[in-house]
């Protein structure tokens, strides 16, 4: 049974920084790359980063793109997403979700992603 954790998650006022975990089991780990997802209350979920099977490459939306960083410890089982210089439009649940491609071409399989984590961004 694949399960998926992610933690870090908290309220900080904008421009301070956070760092998100995310542990999985159940599944090889290093066969997958990793994305980080985020939804804010009445809006669609947004991929705003991804990190290859190996960790050799990674891909940030615009939005995001200068401020977080993707990293994967496959020791560990875990891949992290740094928030640096948050905004308030920052705000939302935050969830990472595996890659079966491995190579970030964005085929996500339904049941392996984790329930979020919650990140407020005050002004």
């Known amino acids: 049974q694949v399960q998926v954790v992610e933690s870090g998650g908290g309220s900080v006022q904008a421009g301070g920084s956070l760092r998100l975990s995310c542990i999985a089991s159940?599944?090889?780990?290093?066969?997958?790359?990793w994305g980080w997802f985020r939804q804010a209350p009445g809006k669609e979920p947004e991929e705003v980063s991804c990190i290859t099977w190996s960790g050799d490459r990674t891909k940030y939306s615009e939005s995001v793109t200068g401020r977080f960083t993707t990293t994967r410890d496959n020791a560990k089982n875990t891949v992290y997403l740094q928030m640096n210089s948050l905004k308030p439009d920052d705000t939302a649940v935050y969830y990472c979700?595996?890659?079966?491609?491995?190579?970030?071409?964005?085929?996500?399989?339904?049941?392996?992603r984790g329930q979020g984590t919650q990140v407020t961004v005050s002004s």
């Open positions: 979700a595996a890659d079966s491609s491995g190579d970030c071409e964005g085929y996500y399989p339904l049941g392996y």
């Open positions: 159940g599944l090889t780990f290093d066969d997958y790359a």
